[in-house]
């Protein structure tokens, strides 16, 4: 086992290369402890170099839209009268805590989504 940080983008190409190498070792061997240890430092380095950070509150609204056929018209039980949808959705108006509440809760999108603009 031979193995190094991972410092740039080179290394971590090697470190995918030798992972995919040894990604179906044994339980127990040296190549599963190697498995296991690339692994956490390919996501330390991917973490640092390549965050991803959520979505904006709207986009994660609209892509939900999307994924179950909704329309604006079925947000407003969530976020209120038509107007109050659209000037939501055209980024016009912010969304309040209880919208983000009632959106978590109905349509099960995650409060770190409905949240990523408030600082």
């Known amino acids: 086992m031979n ?3 991972i410092r740039n983008d080179e290394d971590l190409h090697e470190a995918f290369e030798r ?3 040894i990604f179906q070792a044994e339980e127990g061997s040296p190549e599963a402890d190697e498995m296991e240890i690339l692994v956490t ?3 330390a380095y991917e973490n640092k170099h390549y965050p991803i ?3 904006d509150p709207i986009e994660a609204i ?4 999307d994924q179950q056929g909704l329309t604006p018209k ?9 107007g109050r949808v659209s000037e939501v959705l055209n980024h016009k108006r912010p969304l309040s805590l209880k919208m983000i509440k009632r959106l978590h809760n109905g349509l099960h999108i995650p409060y770190e989504s409905l949240l990523a603009d408030i600082a």
Do not use: A
Request: hydrophobic residues 45%; aromatic residues 8%; glycine residues 4%.
């Open 3 to 5: 193995i190094k940080p």
């Open 41 to 43: 430092l390919i996501e």
């Open 53 to 55: 950070t959520p979505p």
């Open 62 to 65: 609209k892509f939900r839209m």
């Open 74 to 82: 079925d947000l407003q039980v969530f976020i209120g009268s038509s």
């Open 19 to 21: 992972l995919e190498l």
